[in-house]
């Protein structure tokens, strides 16, 4: 089944669009959803959220309409936005015992091991909290809500590497049983490297790419030669560096006759992301 | 939406405002005062400190994702208005019935608390509230400008009954002179106030329904 299921969701603004950007989470998986500053990553996720109108597509959760059953959904859904914080003078109890009333599945007991497992006291305030704690006490209460998908937007970031890896092997216990789906929006790819699944890149409002995560990276290739090999390749490229040595260069795999004599290797996400996004800086 | 009710008034609005009924009504002892004033503290002090409260902590983008409908916001956080409102106009009652007994023989320049006063009251927090709330939803989040054209139109409102009331000595008989003893009179003035408060709210909330729809969550 699918978690998530986004089809041809366009919207709109003045200086900026995501145009028909679609992609499938299936069920018990983590997926990565990368790009840079700005592409359109919580445009995307708050369309997911219907907290932003879209102009056209239709996203489905669980199998639902998301728009018909917005209510009904959010019940599954735990979300977390990095970097923003609520009632943040407020202690945890405070606002948990505000919150678990809106959920019909809330757990308690759950809350509670949560809380010990996530090394939390309950009588701190939000804003003595750390990042990382923050977006620890935001899955314990998605968690404890039954939460089927998790919507995190850049849960990563501001983190340090220690609490970034504590947290990265959370997310995959979590879907060790195959009921929990994790989407998360990151521009940290080394976090992707470690734990997603599958990738979905989004460059300037459009889905580049959205696959399993070694099919992704091996679907790409990063040359390095001189520059008279650069001119033998040079129009199949996404985009290429000259350096004093010669140049490196992004190439889509099926572009590149591997006859020829360029070292190739598979690039990581955050190559492919750079070279991305000097495409579109050549373009400009 | 009880949930919610109960989210605004644990999280959102600081106990301090459900304290100041009880301290701005006390202005009710002052002798022969402008009482208008009294229920005018609500939309001065405590609209603009609650709503910039809830901007400040993010409330909007807090609420949108709780499992909740847009319109259940906006009747959860009209209720909350209104709680406040009866709550300042109840206590400031109570305060004027203490007036009236304490000061018998005292010459009103200005309305005196008598019922039909009160029902101006309400006609004056519903105009109040048909401003306010459907502009301040247009981005669910700005409220000085709304905050600004609806004390305003509060002001405006409450000024004019008053100058009329001095005035116009028909007026000014209905509720300081022999009027202010016809029960039947005061009760029919107080509740026919309560019903445009009722209405003025009503449409308030349709409005801002219509138009929170709309706004974008960012």
New interface residues.
């Given amino acids: 089944m699918l978690a998530l299921d986004i089809q041809n969701l366009n919207k709109k603004y003045p200086n900026f669009q995501l145009k028909d950007v679609s992609f499938q989470l299936e069920k018990g998986y983590i997926m990565g959803f990368i790009g840079a500053n700005g592409a359109g990553k919580t445009t995307t996720i708050?369309s997911i959220?219907k907290?932003?109108?879209i102009d056209s597509g239709e996203v489905r959760i669980l199998g639902k309409n998301a728009a018909e059953h917005?209510?009904?959904l959010?019940?599954d859904i735990g979300?977390a936005?990095g970097g923003?914080?609520?009632?943040?003078r407020?202690k945890i109890r405070?606002?948990t015992?505000?919150?678990k009333?809106?959920?019909k599945n809330w757990d308690d007991e759950t809350y509670y091991n949560y809380l010990k497992r996530f090394k939390l006291d309950e009588n701190k305030k939000i804003a003595e909290l750390s990042t990382g704690m923050k977006v620890k006490y935001n899955l314990a209460l998605a968690l404890s809500h039954g939460a089927k998908l998790l919507i995190l937007d850049e849960p990563t970031s501001g983190l340090d590497p220690v609490a970034r890896d504590d947290l990265l092997d959370i997310f995959q216990e979590l879907v060790v049983d195959g009921e929990i789906s994790i989407l998360f929006s990151t521009h940290i790819t080394s976090d992707l490297e470690k734990c997603a699944d599958f990738i979905t890149y989004i460059e300037n409002g459009q889905i580049i790419a959205s696959s399993e995560k070694f099919e992704f990276m091996e679907s790409y290739r990063l040359l390095s030669g001189n520059e008279n090999q650069l001119n033998l390749v040079k129009e199949q490229l996404i985009s290429y560096k000259i350096n004093s040595f010669g140049f490196t260069g992004l190439i889509h795999s099926q572009d590149f006759d591997s006859s020829i004599d360029i070292k190739a290797i598979t690039p990581s996400l955050e190559e492919i992301m750079i070279y991305f996004a000097k495409k579109e800086d050549m373009y400009v | 939406m009880y949930?919610l009710v109960?989210?605004d008034l644990?999280?959102g609005v600081n106990p301090m405002f459900f304290v100041l009924p009880l301290i701005m009504g006390a202005l009710m002892l002052v002798p022969g005062w402008l009482y208008f004033l009294v229920p005018l503290y609500f939309c001065w002090i405590t609209i603009p400190n609650m709503f910039g409260q809830y901007r400040a902590?993010?409330?909007l983008?807090?609420t949108?994702?709780?499992?909740?409908?847009k319109k259940d916001m906006v009747k959860a956080r009209l209720s909350v208005i209104v709680i406040l409102e009866i709550l300042h106009l109840v206590i400031a009652m109570i305060y004027g019935l203490i007036t009236i007994r304490l000061y018998p023989h005292l010459t009103y320049y200005f309305f005196a608390p008598h019922m039909g006063f009160w029902g101006l009251c309400f006609v004056m927090l519903g105009i109040f509230n048909l401003f306010f709330i459907p502009m301040y939803y247009k981005t669910a989040y700005k409220f000085g400008g709304a905050a600004t054209a609806s004390i305003t139109a509060a002001m405006l409102f409450g000024g004019v009954a008053q100058w009329i009331g001095i005035q116009s000595s028909f007026v000014s008989n209905i509720f300081n002179g022999t009027g202010a003893h016809n029960t039947a009179l005061q009760i029919s003035i107080l509740t026919a106030g309560m019903v445009i408060f009722v209405a003025f709210t009503m449409i308030s909330y349709r409005l801002a329904v219509k138009r929170f729809l709309?706004v974008?969550?960012?």
């Fill in positions: 708050k959220l907290m932003i109108h917005e209510i009904e959010k019940q979300c936005f923003i914080d609520f009632y943040t407020s405070t606002l015992d505000v919150i009333k809106f959920y | 949930n109960l989210k644990k999280l902590q993010n409330d983008l807090f949108s994702m709780m499992p909740v409908t709309k974008e969550i960012l």
